[in-house]
């Protein structure tokens, strides 16, 4: 491993593109920690502690959410307008037809995004501004003056965000969006890990006691991160066989491929969109003042849909609230079979390949083939979000079962391998190039 990264490093090219990469989350790392103006911090991190619902927030903003920083938003805006602009491009024909376009519609698609996310970064910086000013938080009350300067500096952070990314994409190595993703999420883990060991190691009653929980917290780790690669690099390859046709004077095709179907074909999305379906009643509810409690109606709901409660044992009395964690199964379900078919088009496929002369050893091209792939995509896509499922329900489990205070969860560990992946494959890519073994090799 080392010496393959000294060998990365030979290269004048990849070597580049790391260090401009490495600066550029140093950057990043930079601004999570310059305060936005007007905003009383420590009366905020006071409130946050009690809070339930928003440590994925904090998780995803690298800590500058509690921070009240300047990246407060970080790029949320800007992966919700990618998951918009992506349902659009299915919803809009004019959108569908410039993504066909090449190079040149993907551009302009990428324009669009870039316009919705500073609106929804003005959208959400004004919600929050003004609940903010609402729950006492700003110094120096809720003031147009006050409200403005929160909206332009959330806003403008992440703007900036988003232009860096995109540089990091075109100069670095992966993507950047990703990549700042990656470090935001790394950036909470020593924190986490610091926790753990005060919970269960610090204060353990024996050395035996300490020793068992440590194993316990390497196991499930190590556990977590070989389930996530499993389930990022299972594939399924279907047979695709191309019929002999004469052009010119020369015999060509006759050659056999394959069509490889991800098994977790929409990634990370059905978690995330299942995690923000139901923590955004509990995020606006915790900016009006309204906690999750066994309360009035509203109040028990927001305790049924927290994570926390859903794996408490306890009682009966609590047992009930895990109730929210079989709607949240449903959703990951529903969001992975919804996503794949937004971004999957059986028929498209078979249609390409009737046209490039193939067919699926078997299948008769056309609409066999349409519903031959159909059959074998609703298997996969079954498989996919039950292995979704259980690397998100583990962490939960021990936060409730156990009362783990832990930011990461199932959705972070799925980010981090996923990129590490891909950042490593970028680097054998190029180094391969150069004839060099990469981090991927089996030698």
Request: with cysteine; glycine share 10%; hydrophobic share 50%.
């Amino acid at each position: 491993m080392f010496k393959t990264f000294r060998n990365a490093l030979k290269i004048k090219d990849i070597r580049t593109k790391l260090l401009f990469s490495f600066i550029c989350l140093i950057i990043v790392r930079i601004g999570c920690q310059l305060p936005v103006p007007g905003v009383d911090r420590e009366y905020f991190q006071f409130w946050l502690t009690r809070q339930t619902g928003l440590g994925f927030l904090d998780t995803l903003t690298g800590g500058s959410f509690s921070e009240m920083s300047i990246f407060a938003l970080n790029i949320s805006p800007y992966i919700s307008s990618s998951i918009i602009m992506q349902l659009l491009t299915i919803a809009i024909p004019k959108l569908e037809e410039m993504q066909k376009d090449g190079e040149s519609g993907r551009k302009k698609i990428a324009e669009y995004t870039r316009y919705v996310t500073i609106g929804l970064a003005i959208f959400e910086s004004a919600a929050m501004a003004i609940g903010f000013g609402n729950s006492g938080f700003l110094t120096g009350g809720l003031t147009f003056t006050g409200v403005l300067v929160i909206v332009a500096s959330f806003t403008a952070g992440s703007a900036f965000l988003m232009w860096l990314g995109e540089q990091i994409t075109e100069k670095g190595i992966g993507n950047g969006i990703s990549v700042i993703l990656l470090i935001n999420i790394v950036a909470k883990l020593p924190s986490d890990f610091t926790g753990l060991y005060r919970q269960f190691l610090a204060g353990a009653s024996n050395v035996v006691n300490a020793v068992i929980a440590a194993v316990i917290i390497v196991a499930v780790v190590i556990l977590l991160i070989v389930l996530v690669v499993l389930l990022q690099d299972a594939q399924r390859r279907i047979s695709v066989q191309y019929a002999k046709k004469m052009q010119g004077r020369k015999m060509v095709g006759g050659q056999s491929s394959f069509i490889p179907l991800k098994v977790n074909t929409a990634g990370v999305i059905p978690v995330i969109f299942a995690s923000s379906l139901m923590q955004t009643p509990i995020i606006i509810s915790s900016l009006f003042g309204v906690q999750a409690a066994r309360g009035n109606a509203w109040q028990k709901v927001l305790y049924l849909l927290s994570q926390r409660n859903w794996c408490d044992f306890s009682s009966w009395g609590e047992f009930k609230y895990s109730l929210g964690l079989l709607l949240y199964l449903a959703l990951i379900l529903f969001f992975a079979y919804f996503y794949t078919a937004v971004t999957f088009n059986p028929m498209e496929v078979a249609n390409n390949l009737k046209k490039q002369g193939g067919f699926v050893p078997g299948i008769r091209p056309g609409r066999p083939t349409t519903e031959y792939l159909t059959k074998v995509l609703n298997y996969i896509i079954l498989i996919g979000a039950v292995g979704l499922a259980i690397v998100s329900i583990i962490p939960i489990f021990f936060a409730g079962a156990f009362n783990a205070d832990v930011s990461f969860g199932g959705t972070s560990i799925i980010i981090v391998v996923g990129v590490v992946l891909e950042i490593l494959r970028q680097i054998e890519t190029m180094m391969r190039e150069r004839h060099y073994k990469g981090f991927l090799s089996n030698d």
